[in-house]
């Protein structure tokens, strides 16, 4: 089973940068997109971004597109999130998580999650 660790998340100023890591516990070959979601109080999770394991093709959310960047280091088993210019509105909790199959837009078809790391853009 696929285990997902999230880190880097944290407070900072509009304009700011942040970058988050996901590290796979595991061989990611029963998978082959890692995503990036992320979810505010009182709102539902929403896709941000995608990233195919092998070949590297990204999608994102047209809410984040020129801003974030996705990426992964196979050695390592870790994919990134490069977000900048940052925004308040970006303020939420941010999961990676794995799929097999399906759309990658729709969390349900998600597998595997992360714990989720916390985002917090001050104006």
């Known amino acids: 089973q696929v285990q997902l660790v999230e880190s880097g998340g944290g407070l900072v100023q509009a304009g700011g940068s942040l970058r988050l890591s996901c590290a796979a516990s595991a061989l990611t070959f029963t998978i082959t997109r890692i995503g990036w979601f992320r979810q505010a109080p009182g709102k539902e999770r929403e896709f941000v971004a995608v990233?195919?394991?092998?070949?590297?093709?990204?999608s994102y959310a047209d809410s984040v597109k020129g801003r974030f960047t996705v990426s992964k280091d196979n050695s390592k088993n870790t994919v990134y999130l490069q977000l900048n210019s940052l925004k308040p509105e970006d303020t939420a909790v941010y999961y990676c998580?794995?799929?097999?199959?399906?759309?990658?837009?729709?969390?349900?078809?998600?597998?595997?999650w992360g714990q989720g790391t916390q985002v917090t853009v001050s104006s």
């Open positions: 990233i195919w394991w092998s070949g590297g093709s990204t």
């Open positions: 998580a794995g799929i097999r199959g399906g759309t990658s837009y729709n969390p349900t078809n998600y597998e595997y």
